[in-house]
């Protein structure tokens, strides 16, 4: 029988459907995290880089993500979910291998530095094809009415595995060495793939299959609202440090903690809503909430009132890619599903890549308060941007359009 028209069962029962696929994430994403904050301080001060080069040594490993992105939808839809998680597991696992030789190779910089960046353009493949798998996966076991709470959990997955994983990386790294980083994302990768091998397969979804080019086309409005409202997180995650180190403000990395709580929080509490109002009418609401957040950053007169904005601004993303990666997704054939997951995924992956450095030329220019305003009037774009999609589509389905 089709999961499309598998019959009712309860939320928990559901959740634990979704829970040990989006585990997969979990692990590839703490695989990331462990050396994310490490790496550049290996690259800069052990190899003797300059620290341009020590950042684009890690952003190298998003530029793989952002090419293997089609790779891993068409992976998904043709392969399977399964296969195509066991695969960005192997590949998360090369990259362990590569980080270890690449700190065993130290005494000979330029040896190391190339086997580093071959082990982030490795772990970015490595992290399309799990992600996305991972996602078809939990929708194969539980139906696309649960769409929303697969993205949702997936999300969560993948925040709370880089929450842990960073701090996690520099504590062995200083206890035991930067050469424990490497054999311990291996380690995860082989645990990952071994646990996957444990699980039933979905079936594949037969029938008519898009080229990448249409699906593309046809999500791109829908991935414009996700780089408007992504624009929010990458602020805060790049700039709220140095914006209360401008100000004298103690407890930046507080700031942080709030934001990814109540991300996490409003995930948990609110992912059912997308079922029930639709995707459109929670993704304007959320990017409504995200600007009043910003500008609270930006007018913040005081750390409480920042602290309450970050707070805010994480409530409002915490929805933004499930509500409209549902609506997405829906604009396609079952059998592209996975194919128009990749490619509304990829501007999340434009955004965050064009964010950086776009805001550090604001924040140059008029400050670092200025970056939030930059992000607010982004997330307000994307409120009149989903309103226009939500009008389009109560027209199109002749719905009465009540907001």
Known sequence: ?????????????????????????????????IPLAVLPGYVHGD?????????????????????????????????????TVSIGLLGCGASGVLLLLAVLCGDWPVLSLTLLVFSRLVLGFGESLCGTGAILWGIGRVGTSNNARVISWNGIATYGALAIGAPLGVAIAHAIGFAALGILVIALAALGFYLARQIAPVPLVHGERMSYRSVFTRVLPHGIGLALGSAGFGSIATFITLFYAAKNWPNAALSLTVFGTLFIGARLLFANTIKTYGGFRVAIASFSFECVGLLMLWLAPEPHIALAGAALTGFGFALVFPALGVEAVGLVPPASRGAALSAYSVFLDLSLGITGPLAGYIAGEFGYGSVFLFAAVAAAAAVVLSTVLYLRHAKMTGQPAAL
């Open 47 to 83: 190899l003797g880089y300059s620290a341009v080069l020590a950042g684009a040594a890690i952003s190298v490993q998003y530029l793989a993500t952002l090419a293997s992105r089609p790779l891993a939808g068409r992976s998904a839809d043709t392969l399977g979910p399964k296969r």
């Open 1 to 33: 029988m089709s999961t499309d028209s598998a019959p009712p069962r309860s939320e928990f029962t559901t959740t634990l459907q979704i829970i040990p696929v989006v585990f997969f994430t979990f692990l590839c994403y703490l695989t990331i995290g």
